[in-house]
Structures are given as C-alpha cells and as structure tokens.
C-alpha cells in the first residue's frame, strides 16, 4: 500500500468529482485514468457476482480456551452468527451453538473449563441479554427480563467473577454487577449509575472504576470512583472541548490509562497516578491512538494507533513501558490481539485490501510465522483478481488536504480509462479504511475506479479537520 498525492493527470478529474462546480463539466469528468499501469501489464481477470463477495465468512471475537488449544470465535458461516471453537494448532473448527434466528455472539471461554459466555439478542431488537453455555451444551440466561439490554464487562482479577453491565433497574443508565463463579451464578450491584455515566474498565483487585461522561460528540469528561470509599476523582478537567477516552488499568492497580486529544489534535495515551494524581504521557503520535490495553498475565501493553486509514501495533514492557516487537504478519494489517494464558502466544485478527479480516495465532517468544486459522473470503474468488488500496491526498478549495482511499481496476491503464465512483461513508465521523470492502471490490473487479474519500469531518486526521462539519463559505460547492 502506498501513500502519494492523485497524479497530475487524473487531478483535475478529482477535482470535478468531487469538488463539484469547480471545474468545467464533460464527460471525462466520469472517468479516471490511471498512469501507473500499461495494457500490456494487465492481467486476465475473471468477473465475479456480487452473490460472490457476499458469500465471504465474517469472523469476530476471539478468547483463548484455559489450556490454550482453542480459541473462541463466532462467524456467519451458517448464514447467521453461531459460536465456535477453533483449534489452535489449525487442524480446524467446531461448531457449539446451532441458532438459526439470532445471531450468537462469542465473549469468552470461562478461565479454567470448558464454560463459555456469548451474547444475543431476541429478533434483532438489539436488547441483547448475556447467556453462558456449559459443556453439555445447556444454556442459562444470565441476565433475564424484558426491555433491558446487557454486556460483559470483563473477569475480575482472580478469574473468580465476572462483571455485567444491565439497564434493568432503569433504562436510561446501565449498573454494574458482579456475578460469582459458584452455583447459580449468584449476583451483586459493583456499581451503582444514577448520573448518566458509561460505566467502563475495572482495575484488576476491583478498587476502581473509570466512569465516562459524554457531553457532546468531541467533548467528554473521564473519571475514576475509587468503590471502597465512594470518592469520585475527574480525571479530564478542561475547558473546550476535549475528547477523552477510557482505556485501561494497569495490573499493579496504581495507573489509569486513557486516551485525550487535550493539548493536541491527536488523541494520545495518557496514565493518571491514582495515588497521587500524576500525569503523564505514554505514547504520542501524529495520529489518533485508538486504546492501550494490557495482555492477560500483565506483562505487556498493546497499543494500537490510527495511521492514516490503517491499524498500527506498538507493544512495550508494561512494567517499564520500554518498547517490544509488536506481534505482526508480512503483508496483513493486524487490528486486534488476544493474549493467551501465560502470554505465550497471540490471537491477532488480520486483513489486506483483497480478503477479509482472518484470524491467527502466533507466538510471542519465537521469530516462527503466525499461523492462518482462518480463511475468510470466498473460495470462489481468487485474491490476486482484487486490488490493493492506495491512500491518495488531493487539495481543497483552500488548501486544506483531503485524504481518501482509491481502488483502481488491473484493466484501467492511460489508453483504456475507467468510470470512476467516490464512495462517502457515514457519520458523524467515520472514516473510509484502507482495508477490505465486498462492495468495493466487486465494483472495481466491475471496472469502475472507486474512491472512498475522507471528507471533512472525517475521523482520524485531528480535531480540527473532524470539527470542519461547521462550514463556513457561502458556496456549496465549497464544501468539500
């Protein structure tokens, strides 16, 4: 994947796509030449429906089982999501729920057996309930009622309980429980929510809990209640607006991690000493850093930042946050990782412009190549008929650059131009990745030039470029 500014010759044409008014209609202003490629390089492309790309595999989630041999997965193989274990070593998967009207969702194995978490919901009402299903294969609803809509929240730090987040008591705010290991299930109130808080990460020993206050899309307040005292500390004071994210505890419980655009236009990871109030800055990009979360034993932190329309790993010691290898695959952008018991090895899901996201596993300690459980797109497609994704740049009216992700077709070339598309994904916010899209490709193996512009407004590129939804000049077609 390259990044580089639209070439000269096809510029003008970007400018009349998209940039409407500002420049003299014809029909060119339809298509798109490509100046990277002759007729003589271009390969025979096989033509596939749009039945095809759609028939793909979608996986998501991913918990290693407590002797590492598994992995837990839900994937829509079945035309719905169902849950699975998937073997570790490759040798395949199993199929451990049998939905075929609502979609199963996997959370994760239970600690030391074989007792998994998963969450659904009832005809697509989007109120999921958690549901927990033991090895026989029974089922127990972990959170049952009507009208009420439930989440995982996470294993306390002894993998004794498990905390649930429910808005059963009142539906404008969701409480936390702790649910015990021992027989059925029985539950507590953690805490308590009668401000309006999203409740989200716990410290480990289940001292502490980060509290976030959203007071408008690009402006919210982060807090930290210490539950053995009540006291309420705000992490975030500021004024303007700031946005600030939640991200984690570290597994001595003496730090909270979160992520802040405070001072900068890009959000970066900050710690906040719970003992003392100290702050500090723990990795700072010319980016947007999405999270930072600590591996399953504590050992490491995996940080993952947004650069420019791609997933980017950094992983340091989390004890002296010195920086490490980050866990990687030649030509796969990974976007998440699951450590396994002992953090020996990784759960990474993975993809390229031309498949899907797949999941892997790979080793932490040695150099050996992650290993694919997964094949995610359509066996029927073959890879090297897609295209790869180039992150081009054009100028503005007024000079601002506006970044956006092109897709050219292997037979568009300066002698066979090709009608081009600009793609506008959806918002507010939001942002068009460089990754992946059945849609995208099935219209450029169709031979149109697609280009999935990130217009102002867009996430990823600083505040200032997201806040520019306020537009100021009286011309629509200034708009861009």
Known sequence: MSDHRIPPVISLIF???ILSGCGPESDSTAQIISDTQSESSIPSISNYTIEDFMSSTAYRGASFSHDNAKILVSNNSSGIYNVYAVNTDGSGE?????????????ISYFPDDERFLFTADQGGNELNHLYLQGPNGSVVDLTPGENLKASFSGWAGDNQ?????TNERDPRFFDVYEYSLSEGYPREMFFLNEEGFFPS??????????????????????????????????????????????????????????????????????RHDLANGDKETVVEMDWDIYYGVFS?????????????ARTQLLMYDANTLEPLDAPGIDNVNVTSVQF????????????????????????????????????????????EHLVDA????????????????????????????????VWVHGGPGGQTRASYSPLIQ???????????????????????????????????????
Not at 206 to 222: C, E, H, P, R, V
Not at 296 to 308: H, M
């Open 390 to 421: 180039d992150v081009v740049r054009f100028s503005s009216y007024d000079g601002v650059e506006v970044p956006g992700v092109l897709y050219v077709p292997h037979s568009a070339s300066a002698d066979n131009k090709a009608a081009a598309m």
């Open 94 to 106: 199993t199929q451990l729920t049998d939905s075929t009207t609502n979609a199963m969702v996997a």
């Open 340 to 383: 396994s018991h002992g953090d020996t090895e990784v759960a990474l899901y993975g993809s390229g412009s031309r498949f899907p996201s797949d999941l892997f596993v790979k080793s932490i300690s040695s150099n050996e190549q992650a290993r694919r459980l997964t094949q995610s797109l359509n066996a029927n497609i073959d890879s």
């Open 296 to 308: 399953r034993e504590g050992n490491y932190l995996v940080v993952a930042a947004n650069v420019d």
């Open 442 to 480: 099935y219209l450029v193996n169709h031979g149109y030039v697609v280009y999935g512009i990130n217009n102002r407004g867009s996430s990823g590129y600083g505040k200032t470029f997201y806040a520019c939804l306020l537009y100021t000049s009286p011309s629509p077609r200034d708009r861009g």
């Open 15 to 17: 400018a009349a796509l």
């Open 161 to 165: 309980s498990f905390y649930v987040q």
């Open 201 to 270: 990460s716990i410290s480990d020993n289940g001292q502490y809990i980060s509290l976030l206050k959203a007071i408008t899309t690009n402006d919210t307040n982060l807090y930290v209640q210490d539950l053995s005292n009540g006291e309420r500390t705000e992490i975030t004071p500021h004024t303007g607006n700031v946005s600030s994210s939640p991200s984690a505890f570290s597994p001595d419980n003496l730090y909270f991690y979160y992520t802040t655009d405070e001072g900068s236009e890009y959000q970066h990871l900050m």
